[in-house]
T-cell receptor, first 111, second 113 residues
């Protein structure tokens, strides 16, 4: 089955800097890659996703890139703000109810 | 907005008790999921359901069962709670098809003493 690895497990940046979180997956049939943000005391919330026919997708300060050949995808957050502090999860799925999640990255943005 | 609600935010139970965790979604989604979340392990799938009365085992089904009698409701049952089931439990729902976005509830933090 699918195996998703996520790095780093913790990330601390200064406000205004960029943050990058990387994930690799094992199943070459995976074609859907969402990213979730989990704030303290809440469930994960979808923040951006990308499908395998797209190499990059951007939404304001957040972007995701996908390299299907290397089987890795990354989340980029620019101009980080304290409210970006949270745990971020990547996931991968073939579309057959087999979504698997990374272990999570705790991002801390220092004011 | 999609709304997924879970019956309890916090629960404290004793070893051997039968525990019910309830989840309700209001978006008429076909798929519903139960995960447990533990530090350093991310989200691990316990069970999912793609239709009423249908269920499929996930990666860690041992010690759990589920029930889906109505489309909007998906219950997780711990037949005899054990201390190693102390965890955060997350319910999610989603549509069929290739998009497969999942929408999560707020979670239930279960402590088994």
């Amino acid at each position: 089955g699918e195996n998703v690895e996520q790095h780093p497990s913790t990330l601390s940046v200064q406000e205004g800097d960029s943050a990058v979180i990387k994930c690799t997956y094992s199943d070459s049939a995976s074609n859907y890659f969402p990213w979730y943000k989990q704030e303290l005391g809440k469930g994960p919330q979808l923040i951006i996703d990308i499908r395998s026919n797209v190499g990059e997708k951007k939404d304001q300060r957040i972007a995701v890139t996908l390299n299907k050949t290397a089987k890795h995808f990354s989340l980029h957050i620019t101009e980080t703000q304290p409210e970006d502090s949270a745990v971020y999860f990547c996931a991968a799925s073939t579309g057959n109810n087999d979504m698997r999640f990374g272990a999570g990255t705790r991002l801390t943005v220092k004011p | 907005d999609v709304k997924v609600t879970q019956s309890s935010r916090y629960l404290v139970k004793r070893t051997g008790e039968k525990v019910f965790l309830e989840c309700v979604q209001d978006m008429d989604h076909e798929n519903m999921f139960w995960y447990r979340q533990d530090p350093g392990l991310g989200l691990r799938l316990i069970y999912f359901s793609y239709d009423v009365k249908m269920k499929e085992k996930g990666d860690i089904p041992e010690g759990y069962s589920v029930s889906r009698e109505k489309k909007e409701r998906f219950s997780l049952i711990l037949e005899s709670a054990s201390t190693n089931q102390t965890s955060m439990y997350l319910c999610a729902s989603g549509t069929e098809g290739a998009q497969e976005t999942q929408y999560f509830g707020p979670g239930t933090r279960l402590l088994v003493l």
